[in-house]
């Protein structure tokens, strides 16, 4: 499942970043406390957060994350989208609950299994 | 009527305009590419530091013609208004010129004062000072203490005079040390690939921290460090951090990547930690609501930076500073969160 994926799945909009690399998302982490982020121990994982801050990027970047999404539609500021474009993450924002996106993503990611 | 004298006025301003554009202190770049000198300068200063704290002002019932002869009269470009400290508004050369144009010089100067203020506090790193000259039009700023009385006035020429001056002490100082140094050993860097780095990291902007990190992380990359080891560097510096960030009254972030191994440093200002034990145990925290809405302050910084190094120091005086080092082995892989 790739970023342009994720977007589709989530019916979310990409708000900036680069949308459509070939790379996968290998896992997901779904929190709004960075300290545990840090701590997920998983290769090219996807943040889904309800933290619309300039700190769920960074610690995205400091995680090698492919990308976040921030859940229930929460507004994102400016400096937000600058970082994440600086740090080429993609930003990603959905307007599900996070309950709803991680149903979403964990069926999408079944049927990606089952091919 | 009186003679209207715009001349001095606009060319104070002027001057402050020359000088800010002159300056490298780009306020939307503090915290990442100016040096360390000037972060811990805009750091250490606040506002009221700077300001001025002799403040002209008039009443409310102070006609404009009265603040126009009170402003030319002491060369400045806008009079607060106030009464008993209390801040009622400003009256500028702007207000000036239009009560000329509008016929309403004599009426009272609380009619045509701009009321809707954007005020600066008195207990304000100048960096915020420096942000708001940036992010708004405004010459000056009134300055109030945390009982919001008016206490002083700060303009883009206080900011600057205070930094130049400044900067001239610490260079003096950094010449007398480099002397000194040049004429004992000087600390040789042990091989070619050692690299340091310092960042400053300011009080409560949760703005811009992390972007430390963040540039450590791409330094890791681009010298194609072990990515195992380049993430458990990150974190450490990230929580690190975070930590002098929301913690401490501010401090300094050392970087040194060497032959064999790295090493994040921060040494803060104070307050220091009264019981280092209990603060490197996982969830012990004294975050506040504002810093756990920024996605921290679940007691876990200090515990995750000494969970992904494998030398983790510690040390404290209450009231003066906290010092941590982290040092990281390259070439053996301890997995981050192990």
Redesign the interface.
């Known amino acids: 499942m790739t970023i342009a994926d994720v977007v589709k799945v989530l019916n979310g909009k990409l708000m900036a970043g680069d949308g459509a690399s070939p790379r996968a998302v290998g896992a997901v982490v779904a929190n ?5 982020v ?4 998983a290769d090219d994982p996807l943040l889904l ?1 309800s ?1 619309a ?4 990027i ?2 995205a ?4 994350a492919m990308g976040v999404v921030v859940h229930n539609a929460k507004p994102l500021s400016e ?1 937000m989208i600058k970082v994440a474009d600086d ?1 080429h993450i993609p930003l990603v924002s959905s307007p599900l609950s996070k309950y709803d996106a991680c149903v979403k993503l964990h069926d999408a990611f079944e049927m990606e299994k089952r091919g | 009527m009186e003679q209207y004298t715009p001349t001095i006025i606009k060319g104070e301003q002027r001057q402050d305009d020359e000088i800010l554009a002159k300056t490298p202190l780009d306020a939307t770049s503090l915290g990442g590419d100016s040096s360390v000198i000037i972060m811990e300068l805009l750091q250490r200063f606040k506002v009221r530091d700077v300001m001025k704290r002799t403040v002209i002002s008039i009443a409310r019932d102070t006609s404009m013609r009265e603040a126009q002869r009170i402003m030319r009269e002491n060369r400045i470009s806008g009079v607060p208004v106030s009464e008993d400290g209390r801040l009622f508004g400003i009256v500028s050369v702007n207000d000036i010129i239009n009560a000329l144009d509008n016929g309403w010089i004599d009426d009272k100067c609380e009619d045509h004062m701009a009321s809707n203020l954007v005020v600066l506090e008195a207990g304000m790193p100048l960096a915020y000072a420096l942000r708001y000259f940036n992010n708004y039009t405004y010459g000056r700023f009134p300055v109030l203490d945390a009982s919001r009385k008016l206490v002083g006035i700060i303009s883009q020429r206080d900011v600057m005079k205070a930094l130049l001056y400044e900067l001239s002490v610490e260079i003096r100082k950094l010449e007398r040390k480099a002397a000194r140094a040049s004429s004992n050993t000087p600390e040789q860097a042990t091989s070619e690939n050692y690299f340091r780095k310092e960042f400053a990291v300011v009080h409560n902007d ?2 811009s ?3 430390a ?2 540039e450590i ?1 791409q330094i890791l990359k681009e010298r194609k460090i072990d ?1 195992t080891v380049a ?1 458990r560097v ?2 450490a510096a ?2 690190l951090e ?1 930590n002098v960030c929301i913690h401490s009254h501010g401090g300094i972030l050392t970087f040194i990547l060497d032959d064999n191994t790295i090493t994040i440093k921060t040494k803060d200002r104070g307050p220091g930690i009264p019981d280092i034990e209990w603060a490197c145990r996982d969830g012990a925290s004294t975050a506040n609501d504002w810093i756990r809405s ?3 302050g ?1 007691g ?2 200090l515990p ?1 930076s000494k ?1 992904v190094s494998d030398k983790f120091e510690i040390e404290s005086e209450v009231g003066k500073y906290t010092k941590v080092t982290c040092t990281f082995n390259l070439g053996e892989g301890k ?4």
Do not use: C, W
């Open positions: 709004d406390l960075m300290s545990d840090l701590l997920f121990d957060t933290l801050s300039d700190q769920a960074r610690t970047h400091i995680v090698g400096t740090l | 949760l703005g921290a992390g972007r990190a963040n992380k990515r993430r990150a974190i990230y929580e975070i920024m996605g921290f679940a876990m910084g995750n969970r997995e981050p969160g192990k």
